[in-house]
């Protein structure tokens, strides 16, 4: 299209040619473009005074809007627009109030060239503005586009009539369906001018389309904030319904506590336990009490922790066994040394549970010194086997609670020790071990040794009950393992139900290979060297062994052993580059002097003392038994912290003295002008009863007869009334103590006889081992001289002997360091 060449050119069209003036109406806030029809409101003066010399000419009219809406009295061209729009007066109504109803069609656009005057009404010099409508396909195209964005804008919902796409569509002069888009509402007064402004219909399309563009887009986030916010009510909506009906169900269950998210979690739980019937049914009675009282009791914490203990335990929890044989003996192998006949004992015991599942776990007790490797033991088994290990000990518990727990009535009350560290543990078979059984005391809170046989007995432990849990549980699959320094002082009704294995402890050879095997290399990684650093001569171990440590076990050894790398370690540290040869010298110069003497036995012969062998807390020793006779009217005194036993076996050994005096060649009136002063060094206070019964026996007669006693003899044995030696335990550590200090020859009941195949070879080589049935033999083994017996009448010699010799105490000082190990002049033993 292109300009408009006559006034009539086309029909309802009226078009001027060139400048002409024409009557002018100013618009607020409104802008009528070409092609509309539009009712229009005119209330001044002026305005209707143009209006109507329009319709008086039946002529074209100048519709222009004012650049402020405000402003009444347009006096100058400046205060319009200079675009506006020719139109044509459809229709007039004058109205009541003087003010007009005109209907205006437009025309064309204007340009306002000048003002001709401004009274009665504004008549201006006007020139009618062509569309400029370049002939390309960039217009087509924008045509298309704003075609489509006219349908989107109106899909999305704009404000215009849905018929306008419809209309857009069916437009086909560009510069019309530029100006159809003014119609909208969403355009602004400047808007509306801009376009009307740009005779560039390309320029004007372009407009259109931005506008477009930037509304749909608008539309389209309008829409989806909208669409937004209603899903976001369905949601709470739905919600809220949802939790309508879970009330209502929740009524009718009779559920209606506020605290119901918690209680169906507690609940859920609970199912999800694996418990027993019988425990899952407790575990939800509680929970449902726990519903029914108020949230704010007290009450509800105390069920709540009762609750979470039942669900935490390991009810069907259980590690899987590792039943290869080979597999469990290489472990137990690289864990420890030596220890062969316990180590068969814990492999036996694996290969009959691949045969019967079934199996009641044998209740172990390790018997032995501290640092033997009982612990190390429990929890090298628990590797072999694949098992959890947890351990307890029970040294120094009085209060029987401490084991089964305390009842739920008692404030912070909380299971025993056995179930905590079953949760602990986190399986139902675990190996737990029960550390110091023999430690364990009894009071008026009860007695827990027999709480303990109740975890301990496997007729009962299906059943264990807690004072706390109220709800048995079953301990049969737990591998328990208890340790014990000493047999004597464990209940009896404990002892009878433990397999005891004892660990007696090593000899030299054997700690100075545990050393080399296993404690260097362990300390060596802990204090971060390697051989490179540092190597420790055979003879610096003999030493540390032999004159840094005196014990059963090797903690001691183990210790001493870190103390030499920390030296060395710290060398390290400094610079040293050079390797560490750790000799005797070396030795002595880090760990500064030797610290224990071997050979406690008698340099030379005494009279009124021997020596036994004991076994005490740490392990075998030898002790040195020392007798005088004084004036006084007693039996005898016992000093030395003795125990009844003790006391008791002194008495056995003096009735049996009376009794034979006259074969011993002692006379009647020695009993009863002297007392008898038995003296047993507290140092070495045997804590295993009779067993030194032999040994008071020995010292007394030579007390009284004043024999020397061989001072290379050591013995063991108790004593009965008629003279008889009866076996006594710990056989093997009293041996490797006699063996440490020294002595040559053993006394021994021949009933031990059986425990000889513990004594390892090289100490049997070393020692001369005498078996005796009765207290005859222990003489003629250790006394220098037969006694002379008495035949008949005072025997001078004998009482005047007794009592010099007697008077000849054994000087403490004088013992001497043995050398060792001792030179052996002795044929082996002769056992
Ligand atoms: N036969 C052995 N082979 C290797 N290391 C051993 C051996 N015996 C003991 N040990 C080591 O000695 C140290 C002490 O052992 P453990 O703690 O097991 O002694 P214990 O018998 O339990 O003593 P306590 O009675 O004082 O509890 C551990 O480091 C352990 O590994
Ligand atoms: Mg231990």
Redesign the pocket.
Known sequence: MTDRPSEQDEEQHVHIVGPRELPLVALRETVIFPEMIVPLQVGRDKSVAALNAAVATNGPIALVTQRQAEQEEIGDPSELYTVGTLARIAQVVQLQDGTVRAIVQGQGRLRVLSFVSTDPYITVIAEELPNVTPDSIEVQALMRTVQAQIEQYVANGAPVPPEAAVAARNITEPGLLADMVAYSPDLSTEQRMELLQTTDVLERLRIVSTFLSRQIEILELKGKIQSEVKSEMDKTQREYILREQLKAIQRELGEEDPQQAEINELREKVEAAGMPEEVKTRALKEVDRMSRIPSASPEVGVIRTYVDWLVALPWDTATTDNLDIKSAAKILDE?????EKIKERILEYLAVRTLADTLRSPILA?V??????????GKSIARAMGRKFVRMSLGGIHDEAEIRGHRRTYIGALPGRIIQNIKTGGSNNPVFML??VDKIGMDFRGDPSSALLEVLDPEQNNTFQDNYLEVPFDLTRVLFIT?A?LLDPIPAPLRDRMEVVQ?PG?TEQ?KIE?GK???IP?QMKNHGLTEKHIAITDEAMVELVRSYTHEA???NL?REIANVMRKVARSVAEGRKRKTFVDVKKLNLFLGPQRFEYGELEAEDQTGAATGLVVTEVGGDVIAIEVTLMEGKEDFILTGQLGEVMRESARAGLSWIRAHAASLGIKREVFERNTLHIHVPAGGIPKDGPSAGITMATAMVSAFTGIPVNKDVAMTGEITLRGRVLPIGGLKSKILAAHLSGAKIVILPRKNEKDLRDIPDEIRKQIKLILVDTMDQVLEAVLRRRPTPLIAGPAKTAEGGTEAEAGKQPDPEGRVRRSFPPPVDQPPAMA
Do not use: A, C, M, Q
């Open positions: 864990d420890h040394y030596g220890l390790f032995g010194p501290p640092g033997v490797g009982k612990t190390s033991l550390d110091e340790t320094n660990l090593y054997e545990i095997r296993f404690l362990k076990g090797v903690r183990e």
